[in-house]
């Protein structure tokens, strides 16, 4: 939601009643989830290292922050997703497990940290996201820009994906940040609209595809746009689809689609589990309207192989420099 203060709820927005709009038939918490959701716990070698890495450079990554379930896999790949401006966001999603409130961070040398951090990883792709700041005059997208300053300092031959938030939808902001030509920029619309004023309070569908159209518009051919939906919260495949559609016409040219699971009984419960061969199906769809890549499946995740889903200048995955 905008500002630093506001409601304290995130399965109960506003203090509304959720299941007016998701249904009475959800699913429980703790119960035994699909097999297809199995995946091995994080703990090899380079896990390992990647987090005392991180550790050492008092960095942030999504992936932990938000409890992602590919943390293990991306992490042994030796990719990861940064997360800059602190852990703190203004805004309080239905859906996040990260953390809200006011921020106190401010770290002049929060980019060059991240840049050399890449750097010693070797990464040939990286994405370098947020959480929302509102309280900032310009939306945190000075912080975007020095990173990518950075990052094509200190690691010029990597790529960089930023996932920025909606800066409420001020054009200033994000000009700056296209102005520095990431290779892609990433901005999530997250669920369809109908389900905006449950799950995404303080955010609006026709704006994200506004961003997401002039952020098009200002890279001039040179960016990539991409976005990003969950299901499992009681949409159907044609609101799906619908949306892809209006991404489309906003000039997006890759497209992420997974399941939302939900973090902890504070927040919006499932209303149901999508198998694998439905999130086929919205892949084949959306093909159909025109996007270059599509990932679509139960785990996949905005930054989930993102290295996969642009070409890229050189072969290979993971850490390919050496201390």
């Given amino acids: 939601?905008?500002?630093?203060?506001?409601?304290?709820?995130?399965?109960?927005?506003?203090?509304?009643?959720?299941?007016?709009?998701?249904?009475?038939?959800?699913?429980?918490?703790?119960?035994?989830?699909?097999?297809?959701?199995?995946?091995p716990p994080p703990g090899g070698e380079r896990y390992r290292a990647l987090t005392e890495l991180i550790r050492s450079e008092n960095l942030h990554t999504v992936c932990q922050e938000a409890a992602c379930p590919n943390v293990g896999e991306c992490w042994e790949r030796g990719t990861a997703t940064f997360m800059i401006l602190g852990d703190t966001c203004t805004r309080r999603c239905g859906f996040c497990n990260v953390k809200t409130g006011k921020p106190t961070w401010n770290d002049p040398l929060e980019p060059a940290r991240v840049a050399r951090s890449i750097a010693r990883m070797g990464?040939?792709?990286?994405?370098?996201?947020?959480?929302?700041?509102?309280?900032?005059?310009?939306?945190?997208?000075?912080a975007f820009v020095g990173v990518i300053r950075q990052v094509r300092r200190q690691a010029p031959g990597c790529q960089i994906?930023?996932?920025?938030?909606?800066?409420?939808?001020?054009?200033?902001?994000?000009?700056?940040?296209?102005?520095?030509?990431?290779?892609v920029f990433n901005h999530n619309v997250e669920v369809v609209p109908r389900l905006y004023p449950i799950a995404r309070r303080g955010s609006e569908f026709k704006r994200s595809c506004r961003v997401l159209r002039n952020a098009c518009e200002l890279g001039e051919g040179e960016v990539v746009t991409k976005s990003g939906l969950m299901v499992g919260l009681g949409e159907t495949h044609d609101e799906m689809v619908e949306a892809f559609a209006a991404l489309r016409s906003s000039g997006v040219r890759v497209l992420t689609v997974g399941q939302y699971l939900r973090?902890?009984?504070?927040?919006?419960?499932?209303?149901?589990?999508?198998?694998?061969?439905?999130?086929?199906?919205?892949?084949?769809?959306?093909?159909?309207?025109?996007?270059?890549?599509?990932?679509?499946?139960?785990?996949?995740?905005?930054?989930?192989?993102?290295?996969?889903?642009?070409?890229?200048?050189?072969?290979g995955v993971g850490p390919l420099a050496t201390e």
Avoid at 123 to 142: E, F, M, N, Q, Y
Avoid at 161 to 183: N, S, W
Avoid at 274 to 296: M, N, R, S, T
Wanted: aromatic share 6%; no cysteine; glycine share 8%.
């Fill in 1 to 39: 939601m905008n500002g630093v203060g506001g409601t304290r709820s995130r399965a109960n927005p506003g203090g509304m009643d959720v299941l007016e709009v998701l249904g009475h038939d959800v699913r429980p918490l703790r119960e035994r989830k699909p097999p297809w959701f199995k995946v």
């Fill in 123 to 142: 990464l040939r792709h990286a994405v370098i996201t947020s959480v929302d700041r509102d309280d900032l005059p310009d939306k945190g997208a000075s």
């Fill in 161 to 183: 994906e930023v996932l920025t938030p909606d800066f409420q939808g001020q054009e200033m902001p994000l000009a700056k940040v296209i102005a520095e030509r990431p290779d």
């Fill in 263 to 315: 973090p902890s009984e504070r927040h919006l419960p499932v209303v149901r589990y999508w198998h694998p061969d439905e999130f086929v199906a919205l892949e084949q769809d959306a093909y159909a309207l025109g996007f270059d890549h599509v990932a679509a499946g139960p785990l996949v995740r905005s930054s989930y192989h993102a290295d996969e889903h642009v070409s890229q200048p050189r072969a």
